[in-house]
């Protein structure tokens, strides 16, 4: 117990912090928090001591200074749910000071910061020496103080919990009965959870109500337990009200994003749509708001002012939580929804440090769902909020998305424990499964802007009176509203009808007259809008409309020239400006169609013809080309984004051969960056439409290693088949070479040795024959691995040697570090453990010297296989760690999987069983990804493991001899004569 006189009465201290722990009458145990309001006194919840045979409680736990007293029950309330107890003070103990406790006010509208700590069931831990505990957790959140009045409790908004490890119990369990803090006063007790709020929101008994609802003198005997000296005069811990002229908070939220609509400023109506939607996104339960309406009926405009609010620190309406950490806008008509661009946007939100990390984490080749899991957790529990503007761009007729990747984020967000907050516009709903929905909200705009909101856009549309709009009277502007159903982009393209017909000059109530039939008058209006437009003005728009992104002036003058020649297009961007048919961004100095304006003139648009749809296709596209940079400077993915934008307009086009030969270009690059199922994706847009040859051998080589980075193999291999014979057909030596490779290395990896040995001698001779010396070590270099594989380490070392000779006549540092790295893995066969590790060196250091990172990965594991036949277990896992880092470098899973079974294997022979099994899992996982056949060992290796720890060594033998048979001849993965001499020593202890 402390002595050291430092008692706290300004708030919380960490010393006076109680665990309770209880003993039924039924002889079961239960554990709670308290805190230690005076000498001999702990305050904590009824529940945790209800029928309780015994009690403790325990101060400092598990920590130097730790002391337990027996304690007895000596007020208690099964109203309130509130319970002191008392215990006898220690001997000589320093006397502590009395807590102070106040109250939140309930009579005005306030957002109140407050802390607790407590055990929760979720922070229990495991001990080194192997008992479980229950590490202290401090709760920060915050009370909106007109919550739960009618309950008379504290509504707590904290971060959620971070695991369940029971879902038959609250991950909050054991919380129950800590303090509730504002500021250095003690306001109420944690009381409950509710599962069905989530994990982000805990009840607790308010002090003063529980002072104000007993009766004498059960009040007095809990004032005098508490040291309150008044019971109706707890001081009123809120905040003051506000001064009326107190300026604005400072927005404090950072933004990566435009804002997906403009005159944000303007916008004034929606109130009670954007209260609504405040209230969901404040809500922890909630993951996900869809606003959802009828094209241009106002969800980008009022999911925009939303955003900007929350920028300015502001939460619409009375709803309140933390202010943003950061907001990402998104939308599929400007910078598109991906998953790698939200994943990229949300990484520039957390700093260069946090987003460094991350996009190395991009890059490595690990599953989507790992990536997410990564991101998560670098946000933390902090609040971010993502915008995803159009999403219905994204979906199919069902509600069902398009796109695999974002499926997955979307899946990891609901999930996931602690994630950011999606907000979405779309015309249709996002299709959920039913268990998510209540996870979800749904804001549905049925109805147009009211009538005077109304009035006052058709007012600001006209804003010099020019047009004759503004002087009409609010009697007729409500008639030409009603007409339009107060959609408020109907509303902006009546106006611009109105302005365009320079020769009729039409009124609006001529307009009106149009649209006399019900049924789409926003479609119908939109399209005669366009009709309108001079054959200038529809060119322009046309191109934009194809282009669907902000583009700079030089790309509508590029394409355009290439169309109609004579056209200047300086008067018609000035005139589609000033009738707001297109926007402007200065700063970046880009034009884009308003994206309602963009899909309604691209379905006008002829298919034909110079001026149709195919043509402005196809000439933009040859724009991308045009404007794309060289190999020789591809830093990141958004240097190759001309080509993907390229490969898009190429497809609309239906030029599906040009645009195969485009992605031939880039496949195999945006592989090494990580991007694997994006272009997995675009080589299924173009299968079974190409008709020419060589667009069909580009597409098959360029799949086939996609395939063999990303899974399944199998399927690579076929591919790889495919495309040999068709090169061979065609006489293309060079892909032919590449295919016979590919194929090769994918039988290697498959663990069809004996098929590798012949396509990767026809590739070795095929490079020799075209005079390309990098292919043709390269396939050496893969020869001498699949004799290593297939155990002849004789004419692996042979390979190696002649590695070695290339490299002393060309001088090439490449040359010479596969020469090593051949080397190391033939000494591994043939067992020479120290010359291995010494070869390793030297492919690691002519690696480096060259400045290729291709294989370090496996000339560290080598090392590390080594290291463990000579039992330099300690230097066998650094050297593996380190080969694990490059194998997500090189975004190889099968490397990571293969670095990550023989960790576990160096962990077998440490004793270390529960890092076996971790390392094993994650290894099946890699390997399973890789469609590697070895997946079935580590899996087997995991479920040894397990067995070991029960113990159960008849199980754990029959698991390893298991595992090495499914090693078959991978020599690069720990000798399964090694775990076959393991399972035989555990089949003895039996």
Not at 185 to 204: Q, S
Not at 205 to 226: K, N, Q, S, Y
């Amino acid at each position: 117990m402390r002595t050291d006189g430092a008692a706290v009465s300004g708030g919380l201290d960490p010393h006076r912090i109680a665990e309770v722990i209880v003993t039924t009458t039924a002889g079961g145990r239960r554990r709670g928090s308290g805190y230690r309001v005076s000498d001999t006194a702990v305050l904590t919840a009824f529940h945790v001591v209800a029928e309780a045979a015994g009690v403790q409680v325990r101060f400092d736990a598990d920590r130097p200074g730790q002391w337990v007293a027996a304690a007895a029950v000596a007020w208690c309330d099964t109203g309130t749910d509130v319970a002191v107890l008392t215990f006898a003070a220690q001997p000589g103990a320093t006397p502590v000071a009395p807590a102070q406790f106040g109250r939140i006010g309930d009579d005005r509208h306030a957002v109140i910061g407050v802390h607790a700590a407590g055990f929760p069931l979720w922070k229990r831990r495991r001990g080194a020496d192997g008992k479980q505990f229950r590490e202290l957790h401090q709760a920060d959140g915050t009370v909106a103080a007109l919550s739960n009045l009618r309950t008379g409790t504290l509504e707590i908004t904290i971060p959620a919990a971070t695991a369940d490890p029971d879902p038959k119990v609250s991950p909050w369990s054991g919380m129950s009965g800590a303090a509730v803090w504002a500021g250095c006063h003690i306001v109420g007790v944690v009381a409950e959870h509710h599962r069905w709020e989530g994990t982000g929101r805990l009840t607790a008994t308010r002090i003063d109500d529980t002072l104000r609802r007993v009766g004498e003198p059960h009040r007095g005997e809990l004032a005098e337990l508490l040291t309150i000296a008044d019971p109706e005069a707890l001081p009123d811990v809120g905040p003051r009200p506000p001064i009326a002229d107190s300026p604005p908070p400072q927005a404090s939220s950072k933004v990566i994003g435009l804002p997906v609509t403009h005159g944000l400023e303007l916008f004034k109506n929606r109130t009670d749509v954007r209260q609504t939607i405040g209230r969901h996104l404040s809500d922890p339960a909630i993951r996900m708001v869809t606003v959802t309406g009828r094209r241009g009926i106002g969800k980008s405009a009022v999911a925009a002012k939303v955003m900007e609010m929350l920028e300015r620190g502001e939460w619409p309406g009375i709803a309140q939580a933390p202010v943003p950490s950061g907001l990402v806008n998104l939308s599929t008509r400007t910078s598109g929804i991906s998953l790698e661009r939200l994943y990229f946007d949300c990484a520039r939100l957390l700093g260069s440090d946090r987003e460094t990390r991350l996009l190395d984490i991009w890059a490595a080749n690990r599953p989507v769902q790992d990536k997410i899991g990564e991101l998560f957790a670098a946000m933390g529990h902090q609040l971010f909020i993502i915008l995803m503007d159009n999403l219905e761009d994204r979906l199919q007729d069902d509600g069902r998305l398009d796109d695999d990747e974002l499926a997955i984020f979307l899946d990891c967000l609901f999930r996931a424990r602690s994630t950011p907050r999606l907000l979405i516009t779309s015309q249709i709903p996002l299709r959920l499964a039913p268990e998510l929905r209540r996870f979800a909200a749904e804001v549905e705009l049925s109805d147009g802007l009211p009538p005077a909101d109304s009035i006052a856009l058709l007012r600001e549309l006209d804003q010099d009176g020019g047009l004759g709009v503004a002087q009409l009277s609010d009697e007729q502007l409500l008639q030409a509203a009603v007409h339009v159903h107060g959609v408020p982009r109907a509303l902006e393209l009546l106006v611009g009808v109105v302005a365009d017909d320079t020769l009729t000059l039409p009124t609006l109530q001529d307009v009106l007259q149009d649209f006399t039939q019900r049924g789409d008058v926003v479609a119908s209006l939109a399209q005669d809008r366009y009709r309108r437009l001079v054959p200038e003005g529809r060119t322009v728009l046309n191109v934009l409309a194809v282009l669907r992104t902000p583009v700079p002036r030089e790309a509508i003058e590029w394409i355009v020239g290439g169309l109609d020649p004579g056209l200047d297009i300086t008067p018609v961007l000035s005139h589609l400006l000033r009738i707001r048919m297109l926007s402007v961004d200065r700063t970046s100095r880009t034009f884009a169609l308003h994206p309602m304006d963009a899909d309604l003139a691209y379905g006008a648009m002829p298919r034909d013809g110079t001026l149709g749809r195919l043509s402005v296709e196809r000439r933009a596209a040859d724009w991308y080309a045009s404007i794309a940079p060289p190999r020789s400077h591809w830093r990141s993915l958004d240097d190759i984004q001309p080509y993907r934008r390229e490969f898009d307009h190429r497809v609309r086009a239906g030029d599906m051969d040009d645009a195969a030969l485009v992605l031939g270009a880039i496949s195999e690059w945006m592989l090494w960056q990580g991007s694997v199922l994006a272009v997995i994706s675009m080589h299924l847009t173009t299968e079974g439409r190409l008709t020419d040859e060589r667009a069909r051998l580009a597409h098959l080589i360029g799949f086939g290693h996609a395939r063999l980075s990303g899974g399944p193999m199998a399927h690579a291999a076929d591919l790889f088949i495919e495309a040999a014979d068709l090169a061979g057909r065609i006489g293309d030596l060079q892909a032919l070479q590449n295919a016979m490779f590919g194929l090769g290395d994918a039988y290697r990896q498959l663990g069809r040795l004996d098929a590798a040995v012949d396509p990767l001698a026809q590739a070795v001779e095929l490079a020799h024959e075209i005079g390309d010396s990098e292919r043709e070590v390269h396939a050496i270099l893969s020869l001498s691995l699949a004799h290593s594989y297939l155990g002849d380490g004789a004419a692996a070392l042979a390979g190696a040697d002649r590695l070695h000779e290339l490299a002393r006549t060309s001088s090439d540092l490449l040359t010479e570090a596969r020469a090593w790295n051949a080397r190391s893995i033939a000494l591994l066969v043939l067992g020479r453990w120290e010359e291995a590790i010494a070869a390793g060196d030297g492919a690691m250091r002519a690696y480096r010297d060259a400045g290729s990172k291709e294989a370090v990965t496996y000339a560290l594991n080598a090392q590390g296989i080594a290291l463990i036949a000579l039992g330099r277990t300690g230097e066998a896992l650094a050297a593996l760690d380190e080969a694990l880092d490059e194998a997500s470098l090189i975004e190889n899973p099968r490397a990571e999987g293969v670095c990550l079974y023989n960790m576990a294997w160096a962990y077998w022979t440490d004793g270390r069983y529960e890092q076996v099994a971790g390392a094993a899992e994650r290894a099946a996982a890699s390997l399973q990804l890789a469609g590697a056949s070895e997946a079935t060992a580590a899996e087997a290796l995991a479920e040894a493991a397990h067995a070991r720890m029960v113990p159960d060594p008849r199980t754990a033998a029959d698991a390893l001899a298991r595992a090495a048979d499914g090693v078959g001849g991978n020599v690069e993965m720990v000798r399964p004569a090694w775990l076959i001499e393991e399972s035989g020593r555990l089949r003895g202890e039996t």
